[in-house]
Nanobody
Framework: QVQLVESGGALVQAGGSLRLSCVAS????????MGWYRQGPGKQRDLVAT???????NYADSVKGRFTITRDNAKSTVYLQMDSLKPEDTAIYYC??????????WGQGTQVTVSS
């Protein structure tokens, strides 16, 4: 059974930094695309960043230059380094693992709150 467990969410002041982690179990992650999505209050879930098995990355325009996604296949972990945080970054952040035709999986989410 595939499980994704996020951690690292917290309350932080604007301008601060956080690092989110997502550990996958029950699956070999090195050939999958992993990513982060977020859902703010009253909003839909949106893409934040993804990283492919070859470490090609993609970012939402709103986080480019501030967030960095990386992965450690040996630890089955994907990270999201978030710098220069803004109040509009406040959301529940979800980890996603895309295993192609075999399916996609979500974590339970971790809350990030940025105070002004």
């Amino acid at each position: 059974q595939v499980q994704l467990v996020e951690s690292g969410g917290a309350l932080v002041q604007a301008g601060g930094s956080l690092r989110l982690s997502c550990v996958a179990s029950g699956i070999v992650t090195r050939l999958t695309t992993m990513g982060w999505y977020r859902q703010g209050p009253g909003k839909q879930r949106d893409l934040v960043a993804t990283i492919t098995s070859s470490r090609s990355t993609n970012y939402a325009d709103s986080v480019k230059g501030r967030f960095t996604i990386t992965r450690d296949n040996a630890k089955s972990t994907v990270y999201l380094q978030m710098d220069s945080l803004k109040p509009e970054d406040t959301a529940i952040y979800y980890c996603n693992l895309d295993d192609g035709p075999r399916g996609a999986y979500w974590g339970q989410g971790t809350q990030v709150t940025v105070s002004s």
